[in-house]
């Protein structure tokens, strides 16, 4: 179907010419793809989160399989901010030049972290349209708790990085407390939120009594998650007015649209581009499709639009 | 340096998909794009239908390929539910593959090679040692198994005519009883080495690397992770580093330097 | 295989012949399975949720698909406590006598319907080994928050019930904040727990932009929730010290091994008896297999032996 | 008195499965138990191999049942994913099926009665004339289709030589052109009835409910709800009733009086 609907969004002041982003950490930095397909039709990718020193990540094995899903427990394994810029800094600069937006994603074990990791990202990657905080990192002085598990932890984090850059913060959160989490981040000035990170799982080896990776508990993503994750971005559409991305199993284009209806500005498609690696530009279509047959003239029109 | 990526989505069809082996399968894949591009040591990121709840694809060596006939051999093992789905492809079904993926084997010229494989590990040794004997080395062969049914590549192995072949298996049902590392030994005891190449469960490549490493023999090992992508987007297919850190297996492998891995 | 490891577990209270229960709502009163198996083989049931009055529900449609699971709103549709037992007393008590404990959910919008259930359960089932009371159900006075959405709510509606039987009290919780939550109900007297209720989630008909059930969200059960209710159990274990029944996804005797490894005494099937109405034995003998395959002579050994 | 369950979970076999029309088929099942507890209305619920992502059986009326043979015959329509498996499913091919489901029509002798059909209503529409007309009543069938090749159960409807068959389609590419409860209309105007049974799309069953209850005459209708168990022991297939509060469409029904439905 040829369209004439205008795709072009703004997610929190990161201008994408069309709501189709990819999760963070299932994108690898864009170049694996671009055997597949020219990723510069996207609206945006976000890169794999980065510290500002590199982190080794977790041992093998790192995935296992769920029904409908996986696990991951990756652990965030990343060269530090010097070594990703150097790496592929030039791809990335490219890659904003042919219309595609770059969001880099950025890591922390504490406040300190994130605030240096952003300085350097500040001061290196000036190919980054905007930036992802995720806050779900786990907090070193607290045990492994997630550095955003509560609203009072989001809101320092953010209060934190807010002032080192001009550049839109998007925050990445994690699946709970979605609403009250949201209203504290936005009103410590985030630009957007992306919705949602992996859900933390378990899956027991019963012979050995081990757990299948090599944590006990791990990251599920994929279709499994997609109608929590919607209702979650439907949550935070209610609670706060920044622009929303949706993240969790989209594998269609209808998976897409439901985030948009559910006030959703931007979707990221993640565990899709490991099993299918067309899949982001294959939703792109579809979605602008689904666009087209619901006459509007403007995807924005879509935007929160489900009826209840 | 800008990075690239030279990895594909191709369809492909089942030219022939038949039982050679207790749970052992060969399946010829017709797909001429991918069979032009594979290097032995690479392996391909198979798509297997019938089961939606599965999302994730199998990772797959090959043994052969043919570019003129645009076919490409895998022998696998039927071990859980993709592969018992896979063994159920008909000839002309189709599906999708990803490729090539992976670094491959490094075969250049040089003294007698070794090639060491255990089980399903065969068909990239065999890849290898064909490679190997191409480019004008000796190149000697041990290939175990749990048991005689189980084998697969002697005849293939003794195709090559470029150097000995030992069959062992653990059970004593075919060839000499025990191990590949036994055999290994008697023949690093017999010839002077500079290559040598394994693939097969973890353990018997520990031991591979660990013999090869005192022979002071250079060995390349390719590994198997739980992979997802195939393609380097995912870092769920590390391999811990005997210097720290870890690499990628889909990337930086499936073929390693073995004396750079952390056994 | 014939088996000697003995099966018999004990959760809080409820004496149950082996670990295996069923989830309220997904077994309707017992008598439905009696064409497809003996029940009275089960180590419990659980019956569906039950208030003093009668809940009509909530409109069709109640049940759509998901990957891997399915998603529904019947909204605890239940004939009033006096109905029930007239309709199913005299087969629970026969069940009762077959050996299979019968725990009876008590339902309630508010802190007095819950207690005016119990007590009539108290007065008019002398059958109920037990109680299982569901704080997921909405709380009219909130909005329709559900009941025991805090630790406070929670300990409020266990402080209110437990004075008005002595019979065993399960608290069946919802997949949130579970280790504060638990801690909250044991401090108040709750004899088991059992865990997880479905996960919310919503799924929009694109074309129509509405639900596709008659309410905006609904609740998410089956394989593709298991992992996630397995770490919940894990959570709680590692929380209290009062015995977890696990609930979520179990469709073999490997996931219902999982939730013993990760701290369940017994071990409830839900979703998979609708699907495959001969599941809970099939189950019951995989699991017995399992245990005797671990080399125990007593399947309490393997309570909360997950290694990690 | 005690509750008690009469379903049973059967194994089938596929003995045919064959396109009868435009996305219409026809599949005989070989499950003996089930054809000989099966009464005209029942309705049981199919488990449909191939895609573990989808839990849910689907459930199915039947057409007729032959005891004798030991077989069920299916009409079903292909209008997502689960019945174009089902479409697939070979000849010989097997999975398992719930059932005997529900209430079934009530089908006591009595005056001329009139069953109107809508698309893939009329399996167990055709299944009630049949047994309408062997309790010795006089029945006319409505048959009503999108279009000619969606059309099925003429040739069944004639079979009974019971009464008349009127065929309509929505474009007119066979029979009367228009809608089931026209011809309904003229019937109700031709003839006195004492029963109307009925199957099909929502919007058509409360049309002839409403002729019937203007015409004072009884009518059955058969309902479709999202289905999970089958068997009662979910609650998910609430049918709205008129006095208030809801009856469970697997249970309770599938056939309903229709005028005790809040339509
Ligand atoms: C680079 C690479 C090349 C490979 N080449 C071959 C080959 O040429 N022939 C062949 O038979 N197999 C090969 N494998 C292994 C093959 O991918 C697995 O056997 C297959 O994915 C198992 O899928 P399944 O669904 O049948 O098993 P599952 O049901 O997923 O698992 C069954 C069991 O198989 C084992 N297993 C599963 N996945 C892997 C894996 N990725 N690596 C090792 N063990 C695994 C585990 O023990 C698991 O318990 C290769 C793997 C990799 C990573
Ligand atoms: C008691 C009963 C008897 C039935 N008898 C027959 C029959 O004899 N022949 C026949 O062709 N069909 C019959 N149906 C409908 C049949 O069950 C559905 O068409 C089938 O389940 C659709 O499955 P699917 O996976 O192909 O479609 P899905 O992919 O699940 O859905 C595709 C579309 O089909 C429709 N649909 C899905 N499920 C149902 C349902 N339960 N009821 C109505 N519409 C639905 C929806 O519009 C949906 O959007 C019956 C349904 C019931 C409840
Ligand atoms: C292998 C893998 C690695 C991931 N790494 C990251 C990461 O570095 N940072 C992050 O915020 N999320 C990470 N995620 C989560 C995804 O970005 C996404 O939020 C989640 O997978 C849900 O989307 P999906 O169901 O479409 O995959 C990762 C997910 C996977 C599967
Ligand atoms: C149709 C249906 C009805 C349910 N009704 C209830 C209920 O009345 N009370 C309750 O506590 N849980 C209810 N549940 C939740 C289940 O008891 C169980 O907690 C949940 O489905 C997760 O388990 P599963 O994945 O094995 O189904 C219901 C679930 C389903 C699918
Ligand atoms: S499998 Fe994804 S990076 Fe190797
Ligand atoms: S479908 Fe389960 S009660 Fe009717």
């Known amino acids: 179907m040829v369209s004439d609907v205008s795709m072009a969004v703004d997610l929190g002041g990161i201008k994408m010419k069309n709501p189709i982003n990819t999760a963070s950490g299932t994108f690898g930095n864009g170049w694996q793809f671009e055997g597949f397909y020219d990723v510069g039709q996207l609206g945006a990718i976000t890169t794999k989160g980065c510290a500002a020193e590199p982190w080794d990540g977790n041992p093998a094995p790192r995935m296992c399989e769920l029904p409908s899903g996986i696990m991951n427990s990756v652990g965030l394994q990343n060269p530090g901010v010097r070594e990703f810029v150097r790496s592929y800094g030039d791809y990335l600069q490219g890659l904003e030049e042919r219309g595609c937006r770059v969001i880099c994603q950025v890591a922390g074990h504490s406040i300190e972290e994130y605030v240096r990791a952003l300085e350097l990202f500040e001061e290196l990657a000036p190919f980054a349209s905007g930036f992802e905080i995720n806050i779900s990192c786990p907090n070193v002085s607290r045990g492994g708790a997630a550095m955003g598990a509560t609203p009072e932890a989001a809101a320092e984090v ?34 957007a939120l992306s919705l949602i990170n992996t859900i933390p799982g378990m899956a027991i080896d019963v012979r050995t009594r ?21 209702r979650m971005v439907w949550e935070a559409h209610k609670a706060v007015s920044i622009p929303l991305c949706g993240i969790g199993g989209v594998t269609s284009g209808e998976d897409a649209a439901e985030f948009i209806l559910a006030g959703a500005t931007a979707v990221s498609v993640g565990t899709q581009n490991l099993v299918d690696p067309t899949a982001a530009p294959r939703i ?22 489900f009826e209840c | 340096m800008q990075p690239s990526s030279k990895v594909h989505l191709y369809d492909f069809e089942v030219a022939s998909n038949d039982a050679v082996g207790e749970k052992v399968y060969r399946l010829v894949m017709r797909s001429p794009e991918l069979a032009s591009e594979l290097r032995p040591g690479q392996f391909m990121n198979v798509a297997v239908p019938g089961d939606a709840s599965h999302i994730v694809r199998l990772p797959f060596s090959f043994a052969s390929t043919d570019p003129e006939a645009g076919t490409v051999e895998l022998i696998y093992a039927v071990v859980g539910e993709g592969t018992r789905r896979l063994s159920e492809m008909p000839a002309g079904s189709t599906s999708t593959v990803v490729g090539p993926c992976g670094n491959g084997w490094d075969v250049k010229p040089g003294g007698r090679a070794l090639a060491v494989a255990g089980g399903v590990g065969a068909p990239p040794v065999i890849a290898a040692a064909r490679a190997l004997a191409e480019a004008g080395r000796e190149v000697d062969v041990v290939l175990g198994a749990q048991t005689k049914s189980r084998l697969w590549g002697e005849d293939d192995a003794r195709a090559l005519g470029a150097g000995e072949v030992v069959v062992t298996t653990d059970d004593g049902s075919y060839g000499m009883r025990g191990f590949t590392t036994q055999a290994m030994e008697a ?48 870092s769920t297919c590390n391999v811990a580093m005997r210097a720290g850190g870890y690499k990628s297996c889909c990337m930086d492998g499936p073929v390693f330097d073995a004396s750079e891995v952390a056994w």
């Not at chain 1, 602008?288 to 509007?296: C, Y």
């Not at chain 2, 690093?188 to 394994?198: K, M």
Request: aromatic residues 2%; proline residues 5%; neutral net charge.
């Open chain 1, 210 to 230: 081990r757990s299948k990776l090599s944590r006990p508990t791990a990251g599920v993503s994929g279709p499994a998650i997609h109608a929590i994750a919607v």
């Open chain 1, 284 to 305: 792109l279509g579809e979605l602008t499709d689904w666009a087209a047959s619901q006459g509007v003239s403007d995807i924005n029109e879509l935007i929160g639009a």
């Open chain 1, 158 to 191: 953010m209060a934190a990085v807010r002032p080192r850059t001009k550049r839109p913060i998007v925050v990445k959160m994690a699946p709970h407390d979605v609403a009250e989490i949201a209203r504290a981040l936005e009103a410590e000035g985030a630009d």
């Open chain 2, 187 to 234: 023949l690093l005891a017999r010839h002077e080495y500079d290559l040598v190449v394994t693939c097969g469960p973890a353990v018997m490549m520990a031991g591979v690397a660990r013999l090869a490493e005192g022979a002071g023999v250079a060995c390349q090992a390719s590994l198997e992770r739980m992979m997802t992508c195939g393609f380097g987007a995912c």
